[in-house]
């Protein structure tokens, strides 16, 4: 059993279970993480079970997203433009875009990313900087994020830090949500710089 999960529930995670115990969350979770190992890798195997806090945490796809910054970023993947639809599948309907374009000039940009939030045009030029996404863009997505209601969209750093590095983390919280993971939890917030 994992001390975690009740906190990360309090928090509004887990909300589609909320009708199951901890003990059939925490089953439900490995049930499904040996689904996905079969699918991805064709062969049974036995993960392990998770029970740290990011552990079960990343596993609430309709909260949080986990994002590599070295996302092969080119005119023919549309990194921006796929982004924008990760954060709007998490935005619990709150963060509604439309419209999106983006707008490569060359292979090395300048690129332009262009949507609607919530009805309203947003244009952002991220700088190009190889395969790597220009983190200043989920200021941009956050920002739009906070006009729109109760929720936001919070980079995480873990407790201590742990969490920074390569991948990026983004929570939708209640403030009062995000409060509750600092002082239990532990994790750190912050803004992309």
Known sequence: MSHHLPILRKAGFFKQYQNLSDDEILETLYQNRKKEYVEVFGLDYVPGKTYDDLGLAIQDNTKMLDINLEADVCEENEIYSRLLDAFTGISNGQFLTTDISEIWETEEGPVSVVFKSNGQKIKYDPAYNE????????????????????????????????????????????????????TELQWEFGEFK
């Open 131 to 182: 395969d790597w996404i220009d983190g200043t863009f989920f200021n941009v997505i956050c920002k739009e994020m906070k006009k729109s209601g109760p929720e936001e969209f919070y980079l995480c750093f873990g407790p201590n830090e742990e969490w920074t590095g390569q991948n990026v983390i983004y929570i939708r919280l209640k403030a009062e949500e995000k409060e509750l993971l600092e």
